[in-house]
């Protein structure tokens, strides 16, 4: 068996913290998208995950997603309350200490509904949020987490399907990204749209927040490694390639279609290629990511190109950029994947391993009709027990003044609360 390892342990902890850091990045990411009577209650749906899944996943999330399978499905309440998760190594990584692995896990637990916000921007009731998001990520993030990575169904546990997913493509993008798709078509457009213009309110905010995002995906994806080791390296590499070759491949058909590029496009560009690297960042050559994080880019902004044509509003296009890419991602894992660079995962598509795409299609398949499913029965629920989408009044007003009694700014140029 192996032994706990310091430098493990120091690389997971410093990437359980930057990928806590991501969630304000998407916070600033998604606030600066939106309109300026919006800010404020857009970061502080990101910012009010950090808070409650937390505490959620400590007491039941973990245990839902980590404990001894049951049947394949989700896992016992071995863990609940982190009974018993401490200085001890796990069998998932037994280099580590329980609590350092749970920790990394837990903010994944945080960022991934977190997304879900960016679809319904500008509309939805905090009330009807805060349950949503209770038990979106009991119910749905737990046991999708379990299927891939806690000895569920869709992993590499006997009998399972064997579906690589290296950090979160399935459990993270593809499930927020079809969670989202399921509220947009719950709640409905935004008043006005698409009749009248809604631009974002600050760009500088985009960018700054797409950089964070950029940075923490470092430790999302090198800290899945769950080691200091070379696999970890492998992540790394992988992480910073796809991003870099998305951002071609968004701006080059937004540069010949509209004559400009833009800094969003280069920033959303940037996220797609990192949505569409996560799967394979473990399991593929560098050259490789180059070419999922182009696809990831290009595909992605073709989607986002025709939101107009299908119909739906989708704010801040977080079904194009994460339910597409989270795909996009995914299939190409299957494509890719060699053993040359992780002997734990497989060979794919290209190195005479056909089966390993039908594998990688099964798990989106499945992520797509539970998460799609689930999440309609949520909201039903949540819309009956206390509302899912403000009164246009409120919608009119802003969520900064209808929701939190604040806003961001004012003609001093300060935010202010009407209690202060």
Not at 74 to 95: C, K
Not at 127 to 132: D, I, L, P, S
Not at 224 to 252: P, R, Y
Request: aromatic residues 12%; hydrophobic residues 55%.
């Amino acid at each position: 068996m192996p032994e706990m390892d310091t430098g493990d342990t120091a690389w997971i902890l410093a990437s359980a913290a930057l990928v806590m850091f991501m969630t304000p990045g998407l916070a600033l990411f998604y606030g600066g998208l939106v309109r300026s009577k919006n800010v404020l209650g857009t970061i502080m749906q990101s910012f009010f995950a950090l808070g409650l899944v937390s505490v959620l996943f400590m007491m039941f999330g973990y245990t839902l997603a980590f404990g001894t399978d049951v049947g394949s499905i989700i896992g016992g309440l071995d863990f609940a309350f982190l009974r018993g998760v401490g200085a001890e190594p796990f069998a998932n990584a037994p280099t580590i200490p329980h609590n350092v692995y749970m920790i990394f896990q837990m903010m994944f637990a945080v960022i991934t509904p977190a997304l879900i916000t960016g679809a319904v921007a500008e509309r939805m009731k905090f009330k009807g949020y805060v349950m949503f998001l209770a038990l979106w990520s009991i119910l749905v993030y737990s046991p999708v987490a379990h299927w891939v990575w806690g000895g569920g169904w869709l992993g590499f546990a006997e009998g399972g399907v064997a579906a690589l997913d290296f950090a979160g493509g399935t459990v993270v993008h593809i499930n927020a990204g079809i969670a989202a798709l399921a509220c947009i078509i719950y709640m409905g457009k935004r008043k006005g749209y698409p009749q009248e213009a809604i631009r974002p309110h600050n760009v500088p905010m985009v960018i700054l927040g797409a950089s964070i995002l950029w940075f923490g995906w470092f430790g999302f994806n090198g800290g899945s490694a769950l080691g200091a080791n070379g696999l970890a390296g492998t992540a790394f590499v992988a992480t910073h390639l796809a991003a870099a070759a998305a951002i071609l491949g968004w701006l080059i058909p937004e540069w010949i279609q509209h004559k400009a590029p833009t800094t969003i496009g280069a920033a959303t560009g940037a996220v797609a290629g990192l949505v569409a690297i996560t799967p394979a960042a473990g399991f593929v050559e560098p050259w490789a990511a180059v070419l999922i994080g182009f696809a990831g880019g290009l595909v992605c902004y073709i989607f986002v190109s025709l939101k107009p044509k299908l119909g739906y509003d989708d704010s801040l296009d977080v079904v194009g950029v994460h339910f597409v890419g989270g795909i996009v991602g995914a299939l190409l894992t299957g494509v890719f994947a060699t053993l040359a660079v992780n002997e734990a995962g497989a060979d794919g598509l290209l190195y005479g391993n056909p089966g390993q795409f039908m594998k990688q299609l099964i798990a989106v398949v499945a992520t797509v009709v539970y998460s799609f499913v689930a999440s309609m029965v949520i909201l039903f629920v949540t819309d009956k027990l206390v509302g899912v989408r403000v009164s246009e009044d409120d919608e009119q007003m802003g969520l900064d003044l209808s929701q939190h009694s604040e806003t961001a700014y004012t003609a001093e140029g300060g935010g202010t609360s009407i209690h202060s």
